[in-house]
């Protein structure tokens, strides 16, 4: 016998009226048209869904940007298909674009830094304050850990905990100033966005790469839209790199880290 499919709810968040309208076919729409705090992007209508509305357990949720679609090349009908697909062997899916962006660095807090000096050493106090410690610049992700934009779905066990380390960032963030909170809210060169914006965005990835208990299943990445850098033009190289790091999470043999860093410096010469 089968067992019953679990129901699958995708979101795509509407800021304006020009989202609304350009909502896509098969997403329900998450209402953030008054965008009360647009300095926490898409943290602040996920926050509020999750802290306000009930929640089924065997069910997935996912919330988009109105970028998803042109990020990705994937219909909410997809979506849902690969959803379905993996919903037995997982608790997470992703669908991270900019492959190139995951595959190249050790992990997304690295991928940060290198346009954000500073980053991780924020990054790192936030989680030392929230009682979390992580060695950021030691942490290897590969394809399954990615996630950027919050492109991902999951269940809601995996939303409760992803909320509840957010939280931690957003009560810094909202507290009183401190030298902390400075460099969490530090404005960046996109489109003047704090710090805190690119933090946020990579919690999921954090949890995936330290609780392993989480099962997550990634979309081959590789067919998604690529970054705008010239990453772009060794896609060879960046298959290489995330089998290597991918090989090392399940067998820890230290050549395959020595193999990454012999084709980054070898990208890195070119």
Known sequence: MNAVQPDIHLFQIAYSEATLAAVEPGYAVLDNLANPRPDWFEYWPIRRFLLEQP?????????????????????????????????????????????????????????????????????????????????????????????????????????????????TLFALCEGPDSPLRGALCQPTSYLGAHRKVFIQERSASLLLAIQPHWRSVAHDPFGFGWSMTRMREHPVDAFISDALKLAWREQRFPEYLSAFAEVRQRFAGG
């Open 55 to 167: 929640l089924d357990e065997r069910a997935f949720y996912g919330f988009f940007s109105p970028k998803f679609g042109r990020k990705t090349s994937l219909s909410a009908a997809q979506v849902r298909a690969f959803v379905a697909e993996a919903a037995p062997r997982a608790d997470v899916v992703l669908f991270s674009p900019q492959p190139d962006m995951g595959a190249f660095f050790l992990n997304v807090f690295e991928q940060n830094e290198t346009f954000d000096p500073g980053f991780i050493d924020a990054c790192t106090q936030w989680l030392e304050a929230a009682g979390r410690p992580v060695p950021l610049r030691q942490l290897v992700m590969d394809s399954r850990q990615v996630v950027f934009s919050n492109y991902f779905v999951a269940r809601p066990a995996f939303w409760r905990e992803w909320l509840a380390l957010n939280e």
